[in-house]
Structures are given as structure tokens and as C-alpha cells.
């Protein structure tokens, strides 16, 4: 017997493909002489990656970064393989293999991991020197290491710890950078990501790794008025009801009716991406109207106020109240959180 194909889900997350092709051409704009490429990590930032990357491919961009192994097969479907970065670099002799069979680059981030690569045969890689943020990355005293020597490194990289924020740690990588970029051979060197694109030329190198602005999030001013949101997450509304006073709703009867009200479920919860930190706080939108969440955020329902919408019915959507930054502010989540932590029920 032949399993039917389920119905549509009752959740979708709306992607503006033009708006993300159109941050991309922005970014890439911004790198002046670089190029953008795109990190397309974590399912493209949340929003997937069959929907991310063939738009993010189409506009031009031709380098795209990953952080797992596991990561590189649903790009690849997408683009060259050629074109990949893994961000974590080879573990062991079976990564380093899989990255020969692939012909991915894995980005190497110590003398361990380069000697996994030259033991695999070497070739191309990209190599992370740490210049601050003590995180992962070959630290500048093992720069010189014999193994580091011998990689056939094509993006010489670092990352940036604050580029969101005017500190003189940017300056102090840039120049330990400048340093590693005179002491390792390379084809081409990274050192802004999307909020290092907008503090100037200097920090732009031969190519830029923007990721949340590609996306529709905004960490400095400069964004404000040109990366555009591109994700807006959709649910039906399951059941429409009247509620009157002294009514409590959902778990834990945090909300009690004042009065008469008439009130919607969706099927959107914390299992999906939208946690408990939304209860009374988030709302939804539909044609202009805000539509507050009562109570407490249930694992696959919401229940929100439907006293200005007497139109909605069972079976309609509402749109989330999403735009990035004030989102964040409200939410308590970071930017890179909100898109993240968005679920697999959501039809894309």
C-alpha cells in the first residue's frame, strides 16, 4: 500500500526570497573590492537550506560556509562542492576523508587537524588563526608549526569576537591578523563577518562570511535601512472560541478574562521554535491588526487574542510577530536564536 503524502502542515514559514538575494547584493556592495560569501550553517540559519541556498547561489554568491560535517550534503545538492567551507575542520581520519571523497575544504584550526589533512592526501583548505576571540582557531604562537607549513591554505581566516559593537578589540584583531597574513602563505583572507562588513575597508580583505544579515538581522546601524526581513513565520488558526469573564486560559491559568472575549489556538509552540519567553508577551499579525498571545505558550498551541479580528476563523492564518530586532528585545532571544530555534513542522 502507498502512504499517502500528509496534507499541507498548519504551520509555514514565508521566505522573501527577493529580500534575501537583496541582502546578499547588499553585503556584497558593502565589501567594496572582497566578495560575500554566505554562512549557511544550522539548515541556512533556520530558515533551510534548499530554500536559502539555490537564492543565495543565483545572486552571485559563490563560497558558503558550514559548521558540520553532517551539513555539507544538503548544500552540495545546491552547488559545487568545491564552493563549501567546513567550519570545524577534520576531527578525525574519517572526516578528512570525507572531505577528499566530497572535495569540500575543511577549514583547519590547529596543527592536529593539519596533520589529519596531510596524512589524507592535503589539497586545498582554509585555515582559522584565533586573534581574540578564544574560541577555535590556531593560536598565533603555533603559527609557525611544521604542519602549518606544509597546507595548501586557499582562505587564511579569523573571526571577529565584537564587530557588533565599537571596541578596541576589532582594532587589536585586525592588526594580529594583518600579522598572521604576513607570516602564512594564502590565496585569499576573511575577516569580517556580516557586522565586521560595516566597519569599513580594512577589515574587508578578499572575502567577507556575512550570516545573520543575510537573513534579515540587523547587529549594528548601519543595516538599519538596507537588509531587509526575510523570514516570517505562519500558523492556521485550529479553533475559534468565546470566552467570558473569570475564564482562565491555558496551562497554569496565568490569563483571566476580564470580560467577554473571543480568543484563537494556533498550532505554534515552543516544540517549533516559539518558547515560553512569548507568553503574554508575543502577539501575531494579520491585515495590520496586532493580536496579543494570552498565557502561557503551550509545546504545539498558542492562544491569542482575537477581540480585534471578529473576520478570522478556524483555518486562517496569522503572521508572527517576528521583525528581528524588536523581536529580540521582546523576546529576551538573541537575533541569531529567534531564526534558529525555528522548528521542522514549518512547511518552508
Same mark, same amino acid.
Given at each position: 500500500?502507498?502512504?499517502?503524502?500528509?496534507?499541507?502542515?498548519?504551520?509555514?514559514?514565508?521566505?522573501?526570497?527577493?529580500?534575501?538575494?537583496?541582502?546578499?547584493?547588499?553585503?556584497?556592495?558593502?565589501?567594496?573590492?572582497?566578495?560575500?560569501?554566505?554562512?549557511?550553517?544550522?539548515?541556512?540559519?533556520?530558515?533551510?537550506?534548499?530554500?536559502?541556498?539555490?537564492?543565495?547561489?543565483?545572486?552571485?554568491? &559563490?563560497?558558503?560556509?558550514?559548521?558540520?560535517?553532517?551539513?555539507?550534503?544538503? @548544500?552540495?545538492?545546491?552547488?559545487?562542492? &568545491?564552493?563549501?567551507?567546513?567550519?570545524?575542520?577534520?576531527?578525525?581520519?574519517?572526516?578528512?576523508?570525507?572531505?577528499?571523497?566530497?572535495?569540500?575544504?575543511?577549514?583547519?584550526?590547529?596543527?592536529?587537524?593539519?596533520?589529519?589533512?596531510?596524512?589524507?592526501?592535503?589539497?586545498?583548505?582554509?585555515?582559522? @588563526?584565533?586573534?581574540?576571540?578564544?574560541?577555535?582557531?590556531?593560536?598565533?604562537?603555533?603559527?609557525?608549526?611544521?604542519?602549518?607549513?606544509?597546507?595548501? @591554505?586557499?582562505?587564511?581566516?579569523?573571526?571577529?569576537?565584537?564587530?557588533?559593537?565599537?571596541?578596541?578589540?576589532?582594532?587589536?584583531?585586525?592588526?594580529?591578523?594583518?600579522?598572521?597574513?604576513?607570516?602564512?602563505?594564502?590565496?585569499?583572507?576573511?575577516?569580517?563577518?556580516?557586522?565586521?562588513?560595516?566597519?569599513?575597508?580594512?577589515?574587508?580583505?578578499?572575502?567577507?562570511?556575512?550570516?545573520?544579515?543575510?537573513?534579515? &538581522?540587523?547587529?549594528?546601524?548601519?543595516?538599519?535601512?538596507?537588509?531587509?526581513?526575510?523570514?516570517?513565520?505562519?500558523?492556521?488558526?485550529?479553533? @475559534?472560541?468565546?470566552?467570558?469573564?473569570?475564564?482562565?486560559?491555558?496551562?497554569?491559568?496565568?490569563?483571566?478574562?476580564?470580560?467577554?472575549?473571543?480568543?484563537?489556538?494556533?498550532?505554534?509552540?515552543?516544540?517549533?521554535?516559539?518558547?515560553?519567553?512569548?507568553?503574554?508577551?508575543?502577539?501575531?499579525?494579520?491585515?495590520?491588526?496586532?493580536?496579543?498571545?494570552?498565557?502561557?505558550?503551550?509545546?504545539?498551541?498558542?492562544?491569542?487574542?482575537?477581540?480585534?479580528?471578529?473576520?478570522?476563523?478556524?483555518?486562517?492564518?496569522?503572521?508572527?510577530?517576528?521583525?528581528?530586532?524588536?523581536?529580540?528585545?521582546?523576546?529576551?532571544?538573541?537575533?541569531?536564536?529567534?531564526?534558529?530555534?525555528?522548528?521542522?513542522?514549518?512547511?518552508?
Amino acid at each position: 500500500m502507498t502512504t499517502p503524502e500528509p496534507p499541507p502542515a498548519a504551520l509555514r514559514l514565508d521566505i522573501d526570497r527577493d529580500a534575501l538575494a537583496g541582502n546578499w547584493r547588499t553585503l556584497d556592495a558593502m565589501s567594496g573590492g572582497a566578495v560575500a560569501g554566505a554562512a549557511v550553517k544550522a539548515n541556512g540559519y533556520g530558515l533551510g537550506v534548499p530554500a536559502v541556498v539555490p537564492v543565495l547561489r543565483d545572486a552571485g554568491c &559563490g563560497n558558503f560556509f558550514v559548521a558540520h560535517w553532517s551539513e555539507v550534503a544538503a @548544500v552540495a545538492e545546491h552547488v559545487p562542492t &568545491g564552493a563549501i567551507s567546513v567550519l570545524h575542520g577534520p576531527l578525525t581520519t574519517a572526516d578528512a576523508a570525507y572531505a577528499k571523497a566530497m572535495g569540500v575544504k575543511p577549514v583547519i584550526n590547529s596543527p592536529i587537524q593539519a596533520r589529519l589533512w596531510l596524512e589524507a592526501g592535503g589539497g586545498a583548505c582554509d585555515l582559522m @588563526v584565533d586573534t581574540g576571540i578564544n574560541r577555535l582557531g590556531l593560536p598565533m604562537a603555533e603559527v609557525g608549526d611544521e604542519a602549518i607549513g606544509q597546507l595548501e @591554505v586557499d582562505v587564511l581566516m579569523s573571526h571577529l569576537a565584537s564587530a557588533d559593537e565599537d571596541v578596541p578589540l576589532n582594532e587589536l584583531q585586525w592588526t594580529r591578523f594583518e600579522d598572521v597574513k604576513r607570516a602564512v602563505p594564502h590565496r585569499r583572507s576573511s575577516l569580517a563577518n556580516s557586522a565586521g562588513i560595516a566597519l569599513g575597508s580594512a577589515y574587508h580583505n578578499d572575502l567577507t562570511r556575512p550570516g545573520l544579515a543575510l537573513y534579515g &538581522g540587523i547587529q549594528r546601524c548601519e543595516f538599519s535601512s538596507t537588509i531587509r526581513q526575510v523570514a516570517r513565520p505562519m500558523a492556521a488558526i485550529l479553533q @475559534v472560541r468565546n470566552v467570558q469573564a473569570g475564564d482562565s486560559l491555558g496551562y497554569n491559568a496565568t490569563f483571566t478574562a476580564s470580560g467577554p472575549m473571543r480568543v484563537g489556538t494556533i498550532a505554534l509552540g515552543y516544540a517549533d521554535g516559539y518558547l515560553r519567553c512569548w507568553s503574554s508577551k508575543g502577539a501575531m499579525l494579520s491585515q495590520g491588526r496586532r493580536l496579543p498571545v494570552l498565557g502561557r505558550v503551550s509545546m504545539d498551541m498558542t492562544i491569542i487574542d482575537l477581540s480585534t479580528a471578529p473576520d478570522l476563523k478556524d483555518g486562517d492564518w496569522v503572521e508572527a510577530e517576528y521583525a528581528p530586532v524588536e523581536a529580540a528585545t521582546a523576546s529576551g532571544l538573541s537575533q541569531y536564536e529567534l531564526f534558529t530555534l525555528l522548528g521542522q513542522r514549518f512547511g518552508r
